[in-house]
């Protein structure tokens, strides 16, 4: 029998890493090169033809070895990307992740942990705790200390105790699914719980509560694209049982942050439990003069986080924050194999109850190394510099009399429509921008109409990069 493939991991790992990563980094090169914009042109049924041309057999009887199989079809990949690191990439919130964190996601595969065991990740896990306490602490600070008194005869969970935690999660979605199930288990003895959200929550809050088997959500009108507190209060006044109300702090559509003080005043007023979707606002705690944007959010039970938004890790990078420790005893869980009593007793930390998932990825070492390497002022530097893009983009856009602007942006958001266009024409000029690969623009229906949406993330994006984008839609326009 011939030797197997070498492995990744163990003293010879490296060097047998080190040819494929030339490869691989050659592929990259090579289908950028081929694609030669932010996306391919043709639209799916050109890109897949293409994809097919190229991959070819995706199971041959005998392989083609690593060295082909790794250039054809990292190749393949990156010709038919969409590819955030292009400036006319600016769809959606989806980062191009910074090269140190794709390093680091490189490591974390060769060594591959598995965060389900402590002998299977005894570096990796004690890191998670490390960084997870010093997020958990960014968003509460020292006012996040829990009341023990609330929870007599409750065990603290694994981490610092009675000291706010925060587990990883695939991403923001998965944040928001665990902080309504939490909220549920919290107040499990005082009959279902009523999920309350604005209707600029994201579509995961009310897709919680279908997962979960609880009542339909009750929807707050968001007129001005934020809740209302005022009608917030008026649904909570006489709605009976346990309450969970969402807030956003950062909404897909438009970038906007709720009320939170408010919210949270009424929040108390009428005894209902506050989350906070934070998935994208959240790196404005990175950042000395914006992080006041997000005054109140230290008074949420949960708040979710994702640094696969504005803070430029490679997909997944989410994180639930959780204010008291206690709230993540239903998390609790015995496998024998995974967290056997005797083991735990002897000093062996229980990872299970970290996530509703057994198997987890080590994605805590890319958000380890990024924010080692860059620290607090790099990157709010970073965030800074992508929220000053979006107030130069809107400047421009209000003084160009062919464009109308929604508002002035509240983090990287920027919506904006040819002037006089309906919207049949707005939808059919961004299809045809994505269908010649010159240009990806998102879409949000606000106010009864269609708006053009530019999620800037990119902090290489310069100006002219920018009115070359407002050149492709004008010229589409004029058609």
């Known amino acids: 029998m011939s030797n197997p493939p070498p492995l990744a991991g163990g003293p010879q790992g490296p060097q ?19 694609r030669g914009g932010p996306l391919p042109a043709g639209g799916p049924h050109a890109v897949t033809a293409r994809l097919r041309e190229l991959a070819g057999d995706p199971l041959p009887h005998h392989g083609t070895g690593p060295d082909t199989a790794l250039r054809t079809l990292v190749q393949a990949l990156a010709e038919g990307a969409a590819d ?7 769809a959606h919130l989806h980062c191009p992740p910074l090269a140190l964190a794709t390093a680091a996601d490189l490591a974390a595969s060769a060594l591959n942990p598995s965060m389900d065991s402590w002998d299977q990740a005894p570096a990796a896990s004690a890191l998670e705790t490390l960084v997870t306490d010093a997020l958990a ?6 006012t996040g200390h829990a009341d023990r008194s609330a929870h007599p ?4 969970h694994p981490g610092r105790p009675g000291h706010p935690q925060a587990l990883v999660t695939t991403g923001g979605t998965e944040a928001n699914q665990l902080a309504v199930l939490l909220a549920r288990e919290a107040h499990a003895s005082e009959g279902p719980l009523q999920l309350i959200t604005g209707a600029n929550a994201h579509h995961s809050l009310p897709r919680a509560a279908w997962l979960l088997g609880l009542p339909d959500p009750v929807t707050v009108p968001a007129p001005t694209g934020t809740l209302d507190p005022a009608a917030l209060d008026e649904a909570l006044t006489d709605l ?17 942050i709720d009320p939170l003080p408010e919210i949270a005043d009424v929040c108390e007023a009428h005894g209902a439990r506050l989350h906070v979707d934070a998935a994208y606002g959240a790196g404005l705690l990175f950042s000395p003069t914006r992080r006041t944007q997000l005054t109140g959010l230290d008074r949420a039970a949960t708040v979710a986080l994702d640094l696969h938004k504005l803070g430029w890790q490679p997909v997944a990078a989410g994180l639930l924050a959780v204010r008291d420790p206690a709230d993540l005893m239903p998390l609790t869980h015995h496998a024998d194999y995974l967290n056997a009593d005797d083991d735990t007793e002897a000093g062996l930390p229980d990872l299970l109850g970290r996530s509703l998932r057994t198997t987890r990825r080590p994605d805590i070492l890319k958000i380890a190394v990024t924010l080692k390497a860059l620290g607090r002022a790099g990157l709010g530097a970073l965030v800074d510099q ?11 856009l209000h003084a160009h009399p062919g464009f109308d602007l929604y508002d002035t942006p509240t983090l990287s958001t920027v919506l904006f429509r040819p002037h006089g266009a309906p919207d049949e024409h707005i939808a059919h000029v961004r299809r045809t921008l994505l269908t010649q690969g010159r240009a990806v623009l998102g879409r949000a229906r606000i106010d009864g109409r269609l708006w053009l949406k530019a999620t800037l993330l990119n902090p290489y994006t310069q100006p002219g990069d920018l009115a070359q984008l407002l050149k492709l839609v004008e010229g589409n326009t004029a058609r």
Do not use: I, S
Not at 16 to 34: E, F
Not at 84 to 90: E, F, I, R, T
Not at 386 to 396: G, H, K, L, P, S
């Open 16 to 34: 047998a890493l080190r040819p494929l990563l030339n490869t691989v980094l050659d592929a990259l090169h090579d289908g950028a090169a081929a």
């Open 153 to 156: 005869g409750r065990p603290t």
């Open 240 to 256: 009976p049982g346990p309450k969970l109300v969402a807030a956003t702090a950062g909404t897909t559509d438009a970038g906007l």
């Open 386 to 396: 992508v929220c000053d893009q979006a107030q130069e983009f809107a400047a421009t």
């Open 84 to 90: 955030p690191a292009d400036p006319l990439c600016a």
């Open 137 to 142: 602490h960014e968003v509460y600070g020292d």
